[in-house]
């Protein structure tokens, strides 16, 4: 017990002060706050470059008005064409001259405006002078053809499609189950994605971590002192332990890193900033505020959390059980012996593809039996865990991955402690179920 | 309680193998307490299954190892020292840092460690390295600390595999000093090499192994006694009369010396009293006993040449 936590600790604490970890622990919050920052100028750029368009407008289309936006702005002239065309080609007052004529047949769905330019005026623009002339045609034939705006505007019907459980319709309003469906799906694939992400991440380190003992030899020093056994474990668990300290660094530092970045430069994802995003208005808003609100209340965190952290354990330690076995296998030449990963990889990047099926459809027989299989549950369950699954599934998915994780441990332990002294050549597939059962 | 005349280390029928391959067959042999012995072989002779059976690193798959007259258990290895040929320390860690890493692993506490730790680097003109990390250490270097590292917990059995290889020959006295400083107060030791001028030096036993099997153990003089074949060097001046080329078989003259052959039956006095009836001037006369190397290749070829031929190193 002592050695296990002598080894636990050697583990954490060689790795926590490697300038490498830190930056990568460090580095990955700002980064992620700078890229936000760029996405948000790149997003936000508008053009610098003034442009002055000359409207020629014979039908009084715009009523005069025509306001200035981004870098474009409108003038309206009397003048005929043919002069602005001329005085252009000399002193270039005008970037471009729009011709708008006049509006000949309301019923026509046709309608064609010039736009004489010799700078090529950019699509953003184009498309901004286009909706401006929509909009203005569109309330020149509603008063043109006698209609009543609120009338056409009922026309236009928002469904919302509420989805109830059966079993709670007792319960009244707040079973709204299409925002909690969302939601989950939204929380599933989080929790799916990090399980998969730790799984190769600290898996690998454990891995390279044996490898390392390995190829320096010091692991025959070492274990005329500790079994091998303990020391497997004491690495499992010190690693994981690294990678606990790695995401709650980024837990706390990636929303306080967004949060300076918005302070710093303001950055509020206001929707009506976002071009060609439907204008949201505010009691709508509000009413989509409170029914996520509602639907994050509705979850059943009780579960969700406990459970999700049991998963992520046992996905943790049964994989990296088994990348320490294949560390152990590997000859000294890393290279040629990345063969040996592939076994392992496979299942991992499976469960992810069912996972992202099993958000669509969490209780296919596809994603059911994958979250009772070990070797996918650690990742597919997590996912599967906000659509409230029944909970037999999910107890008995619990046991089985722990219970293959045990296994696995196991077999990884009779892997390694032949593995570890077998210098030299790569050892195959063969050779290591070989040492499941061989003697000491 | 620990019987303190009972051997350090007590080897008994011990069989090893690894899958087809018989790596320890029936070896035998009993380590007395307080000694240096001498593990021989060629390579690949079984000495390192040995060697990781008595550190409890595996299993034998027949017969027992009794350390200090008790069968081998988990405590054991906590009293003994191991330092392997294929040398290695975690690169990263800082010098101090991994002998007290090491040091608690063999069940010291860390303020006795850490004092004694510096003690020994004091020793070897380390001390100034107790931050340093071990990559940053020239190789030499870096055996001492392994060194350091294997004996820090003060083990009751040292086993040394090829401990000077790779030393100056400065520091390797300073080793071989300390090893026999630590053999005097009381640490028995197994040293296993190949370089039989330090085994006879330092050895007072030797187990030989090859091919798996034990096939010779014993104290080196009674061994080399065993292996005499009856040789004297006489060294004299002036000449050397043809009666005694006619009464003994000599070898290797030279201008000043000669190596006689004696039969079994005829003792090294009857060879004095001729030389002296003869009136040869005699400088020198000693018995000639055959170096370990020889034996060891002797035996070995011999073994070997009933199949396929052992390989030597040396």
């Not at chain 1, 011709?99 to 950019?122: A, G, I």
């Not at chain 2, 595999?161 to 300073?174: H, K, Q, T, Y």
Request: with cysteine; glycine share 8%; aromatic share 10%.
């Amino acid at each position: 017990m002592n050695n296990l936590w002598l080894v636990i600790r050697r583990e954490y604490i060689t790795r926590i002060r490697r300038r490498s970890f830190i930056l990568a622990t460090l580095l990955t919050p700002i980064g992620l706050a700078l890229f936000v920052v760029i996405a948000n100028a790149v997003f936000s750029y508008g053009n610098d470059d003034v442009q002055r368009i000359a409207v020629i407008d014979d039908g009084d289309l715009f009523a005069g008005a025509l306001p200035d936006e981004n870098g474009l702005y409108f003038h309206f002239v009397d003048q005929p064409l043919d002069s602005l065309r001329n005085d252009a080609g000399e002193d270039r007052d005008y970037a471009g001259i729009l011709v708008v004529p006049k509006v000949k047949n309301p019923r026509s769905r046709n309608f064609r405006v010039q736009l004489f330019s010799d700078e090529t005026l950019s699509i953003d623009a184009q498309s901004r002078i286009r909706n401006r002339i929509e909009d203005a045609v569109r309330e020149y034939k509603i008063e043109a053809l006698d209609i009543d705006e609120r009338t056409l505007a009922s026309l236009e019907t928002d469904v919302s499609l509420s989805v109830r459980s059966l079993t709670t319709t007792e319960e009244g309003e707040s079973d709204d189950r299409s925002m909690a469906s969302m939601l989950g799906a939204g929380i599933g694939t989080v929790m799916g994605f990090l399980m998969y992400i730790s799984v190769f991440v600290y898996g690998m380190m454990v891995m390279r971590s044996v490898m390392e003992e390995k190829t320096n030899r010091i692991v025959e020093v070492v274990i005329s002192s500790v079994r091998p056994f303990t020391l497997l474990l004491g690495k499992i668990i010190g690693v994981g332990a690294l990678g606990l300290t790695q995401v709650l660094t980024w837990m706390i530092m990636i929303p306080g890193m967004l949060f300076l970045v918005g302070l710093f430069f303001g950055l509020d994802a206001e929707p009506s900033q976002m071009p060609n995003s439907p204008d949201m208005d505010p009691a709508e808003m509000q009413s989509m505020i409170e029914r996520t609100i509602d639907g994050l209340n509705d979850l059943n965190w009780w579960i969700i959390i406990p459970c999700f952290i049991l998963y992520f354990l046992g996905g943790y330690f049964m994989y990296a059980a088994l990348f320490a076995a294949v560390g152990s296998a590997m000859g000294d030449d890393m290279g040629e012996s990345q063969t040996l990963t592939i076994p392992i990889t496979i299942p991992v990047i499976l469960a992810f593809y069912i996972m992202m099926a099993a958000i669509q459809n969490p209780n296919s027989s596809l994603a059911v039996w994958s979250s009772l299989f070990p070797l996918f549950a650690p990742i597919v369950m997590p996912a599967r865990l906000a659509f409230d699954p029944p909970l037999w599934q999910v107890l008995v998915s619990l046991v089985l991955v722990f219970l293959f994780a045990g296994l696995m441990v196991w077999m990884a332990s009779r892997i390694y402690r032949i593995g570890i002294l077998n210098y030299g050549k790569k050892s195959t597939l063969k050779d290591m179920g070989k040492w499941i059962t061989a003697k000491y | 309680m620990i019987r303190t005349n009972a051997p350090v280390i007590e080897v008994q029928d011990v069989t090893k193998s690894y899958g087809e391959k018989v790596a320890v067959d029936s070896v035998s042999f009993a380590m007395p307490p307080d000694a240096i012995l001498g593990l021989l072989g060629p390579n690949g002779a079984g000495k390192t299954s040995l060697i990781r059976m008595i550190t409890t690193i595996t299993a034998p798959d027949s017969g027992s190892i009794f350390f200090q007259g008790q069968p081998l258990n988990g405590y054991h290895p906590t009293q003994i020292g191991y330092l392997p040929e294929e040398r290695g320390l975690y690169k990263q860690m800082y010098v101090g840092e991994q002998l007290l890493y090491l040091a608690q692993l063999k069940g010291m506490n860390a303020r006795a460690a850490e004092s004694r730790a510096r003690d020994w680097l004091g020793k070897f003109d380390l001390q100034d390295h107790w931050k340093k990390k071990v990559e940053e250490l020239s190789k030499g270097m870096q055996q001492q600390v392994q060194f350091i590292a294997t004996v820090l917990h003060e083990p009751k059995l040292l086993i040394l595999d090829e401990p000077f290889s790779g030393l100056d020959p400065v520091n390797a006295n300073r080793m071989r000093a300390e090893i026999l400083r630590m053999h005097a107060n009381g640490t028995a030791v197994i040293f296993s090499t190949h370089r039989m001028e330090q085994v006879e030096e330092l050895c007072e036993y030797i187990v030989l192994i090859d091919r798996g099997r034990n096939i010779l153990q014993g104290k080196v003089h009674d061994i080399r006694r065993q292996f005499n074949e009856h040789r004297y060097r006489l060294t004299y001046t002036g000449e050397l009369p043809a009666a005694l080329g006619e009464r003994y078989q000599l070898l290797n003259q030279t201008f000043s010396g000669v190596d006689i052959q004696l039969g079994p039956d005829v003792s090294s006095n009857e060879l004095l009293r001729d030389l002296l009836r003869m009136d040869v001037q005699i400088q020198g006369f000693q018995e000639l006993l055959p170096s370990l190397n020889e034996i060891f290749i002797k035996r070995v070829s011999k073994v070997s040449s009933t199949g396929q031929p052992a390989t030597i190193s040396r």
